[in-house]
């Protein structure tokens, strides 16, 4: 890619990373803003400029490409608003929540385990500084923590050795607390708000946002918290378009919500974001991928779980196919999106360097899933989940079949058909429906939908009490008796496979991507530290060649015009600076926009028609016919030539000086 | 386009339209089925399955180049989560509703317009069928009304010639009623519900989904019911963004809801829709568009306000340049709006014999409205509106600017220094702070913020009476005296012009748009009622190559998929068809499935590296070497050529039966 090569050229590094110069850049330039800015703003929720919006597109796009288009998925479209029932069974209504504390006095609201993290944290720091030793921020989460903790001060206090071991303790494990076992450390510790008044019992809080759908008030609605589900009660329908085979992947990009209790930390918290959500569903017993040999050879930067449980942080450099082969990674399926997804963050511009996978650790990892990888990208508020690739096993489609009672199975029919031994259930039809009248329905269903196990614990009770008490799909028990049931082993020849499929998830955050990207892009040239550059690789800028003139001569002024039409033509995202600024002054605000190629109008132009093109990253200039500069910069937008390739075609020009 | 071309050869209204076989098909390739269908739904909310999600894809992505980047529109990706504030100011908290009336027995709910009309009218029937008259459903809103009025049944009952003119009376303003108004009709005439029970007064239902926003209960939010809002709140960023200037544009294609009282007519009438929204921003005494030139001669179907006001509703066809300039259309900018909007929809398929622009009567338009005009779609639920074109004129930056006191204003550089005459207000500052102590600074910025009318009418007062009472800003009136207060008229010089832009928005309902294209496609064979083929353009179709193999011998299927690699290395969407199925069932699939073209490779594939090229309306079929074939397909999607073209390139062929 041009931008990559030519950066090696210029030096990017000569000022520190800072914060506020890019914050500022990011506000003047309108990549983002607080919604509603003009109202006073509500944390957590932000709108997306021209500039945010186009880079966010362009993200997308490239996402659409890389994996809807590359690997034929079925995309979907379905709605936010979601029906109570669907995210009852999928376990968010019951357990998608933080818990919360008030401070008694003022009513200021806090997340439990982030107030509880600080103040211990704070303590620690105090008592470092006590000790008189240098208080070293952990490298890792430093800033992220900083955030976090922003309203907790620290004093200068020497705790007990004792103490300072148990904080140590708590902090290591500050995400394993429940809500009472946060309560309780509460206590203990004495923790208190940043006021420093006294806090309420943790409290749960839900965390989506709820409506009434309709106008009866009988029907709840959630805002959707991933998209996820929407795949997933869809799965039947999905499964029909794909003739009834497996494997094969829906994806959806949409937006979902969280009402986080306390959202910080700019575009990496938000209420409202933009999801990109792959569900592919494979045969529990077959997890190979059919274009694993093709990510087979990605290098990725491997976070293991044993690693992290011996307090280890290192991380070990190993390709998808050594990691799959060494069991590192569960399957080839899964290991075929860790590396598809290496390869999309480095493509749209991530820092390698700064891009790990962190796997989930056992505590951390929900009960049904069978691994789980994140694709953590470091920034300024420290290292982030930005991509989740869980195997989410067979856990969503069973339990929305249990409850829907919808067949949500692949049927296959066997290469070899194959002999089973199973356990036939025969009724005394007239004496089990005088019986049990309108319940003989429900004991039937729930004999039919037991599995081998349960049978034959059914029928050993029966032939050794002469009865067995059966709790049925109502609740209720029954007891059956030898005379209405009889249960025998028989033998079956199977045709077909029936199988609920496994689920690989790749799940990415937009908004985390985004900014991550946004950082990992901003430098400052050497000569200004104020003169802030977004090297934004020509795939996700959000504008790809700037247009201006020398002058305000409007010849000149017809032309940038005439070029930009041209340009509009070749499917090139353009944008014509003809304001009264000085060029100096244009390309600095091209820089900050990240736009990687200038084109200069000068006279030479009306005289010889050549144009002028410039890279953003090393300020070289190349003149050219206009012919050749158009064709080289639709070369260069594709990706089929970088800067090097660039200065084969055109010459080097050095007339216009690149500063005010 | 091909399409077109290739239609004029068939016989597509060999069968009248069939709405039962278009939703089997609809179903069958899922189009969108009812969102959590598996939990029995919920009226109103649908998900697009992948051939609905590619299509929208391709409808909004034409409409990205039409309008955004064709016209270098600021685009934008704001929250859907607004806070209720902003729509306080905006009205929609007060105003944005509907009356609904309930069944006092069975307390089933109804929109009580809707109710009211579906009862006068099935009266109106049952007297024409007393009177032994032929029933003569309107053309118009036959099967619109149908729909709303499924349940109310109609019985032959003569009524009065008094009554039915009163009916009819009704009817014909029946969108002008207010809730109470509705509840005096529902006792005057004995309405009831259909299951003949008394209805409820009518109450008013705010149609905006609300929530939460946070754990405190205390920030309220809306989830938004148009994307416009998010526009104006940044305005002050957006024109920064624009060097300051007007006019320009913002966009935003995203998720607006509508918590609907009983929605309807599947599609068209849902709780949650995609919208794309434009606004211009222009200024107020120069409504002139620079490229209006571009669609002067683009022709309208207009049924302008005062045909309407005289019950016609024929159309009057006329170019955007003679409406404006007749006055029909009220400015440039709004027929430049019209002209393309037209443009967009007859590309992306829309039958432009079933396409009309209609204005909205002066009682339908809102208050601040200058002008507004619908593109009505004609489908078998009637005319329907899909795009709204209005001129909201200054109403939501002046409202929300009011609100915020933030100045939502365009500064100008005037050509020429004017001179205009002024009143100045002096203050005697210190007897006016003794005199009204903490409220003077109130005082001060109501008289600031008050126009020269304003101002005069104080002045005449003190001059009048030696005193002059004014409401200030903080509701309260304050007695100001000539001693305290003196207002002088002066002449001022300004260099500067400040005004408050108007707004011109196009506002598009992508989901109508997207059903009233399926029904426009939508055709049988003529050998075959029941052989449907969706004709989509190219531009929009989900898929657009079909490739399949004459049988599944194992060398063809390699072709396939190499060929498939081919077509998306050019970026073509195309299928594979390798199930077991005849070809002549997958064509039936691909017609279904709307698919322009087929590719099929046979047994010459092999030998003479020949492929067979199927057009999907006529069922043709060409044949040529691989590359031509593949090189001809790229052009017909893109659209540089059409089938004739294809014809001149490739040889005709007769070698494979379109049929099973």
Redesign the interface.
Known sequence: MSGNTASSEVNKTAHEFDKTNLDSLLSR??FF?P?????GG?????????T???L??NILDAWRKHYI??E?M??????????S??LKTSGHVDKFADW?VKDKVN?E?FRADHLVEAVLEARLKGDKEARGKKVEEKEETDEKKKKKKKNVKSEAVKLDDKVVEEFEYILAQIDNYTGPQLGELIKKWDIRSPANNELSEPVE?NLM????????GQ?K?Y?RPETAQ?HF??F???L??N?GKVPFA?AQI??S?R????PRQGLLRV??F?MAEIEHYVDPLDKRHARFNEVRDVVLALLPKDVQQEGRTELTRMTVGDAVEKGIVDNETLGYFLGRTQLFLTKIGIDAARLRCRQHMANEMAHYAADCWDFEIQSSYGWIECVGCADRSAYDLTV?AA??K?PLRVQQRLDQPRTVEKLDVQYDAKAFGIKFKKDAATIKSTLAESDKERLQCIKDEMDKDGKSLVKCADGKEYELTPDLVKINPITVTEHMREFTPNVIEPSFGIGRILYSLLEHSYWAREQDKARGVLSFPPLVAPIKVLIVAISNDPALTAVIHDISIKL?KLGI?S?VDD?SASIGKKYARNDELGTPFGITVDFATAKNGTLTLRERDTTKQLIGSTEDVLKTVDQLVKGTIDWEGASKVLQEYSGVQDVE
């Open positions: 330039r309108f803003a919604a509603f800015e003009i109202y509500v944390a957590g929720l932000y709108d997306y400029g021209p945010g919006s186009a966010q597109a288009i590359e034929d079925l995309e979907l479209d379905t709605t936010i608003m979601t029906l029932d669907v919360m009513g609201i809080f946002f709820q409506s009434d759908i309709g106008p009866t029907i609605g805002l929407g009660v869809n039947a329908r999905l029909e378009f003739n829906s949409g937006k919500f009402n986080e209790i306390a209420r409202e933009t929305h409850k829907t919808q509009r995202a944008r304001s």
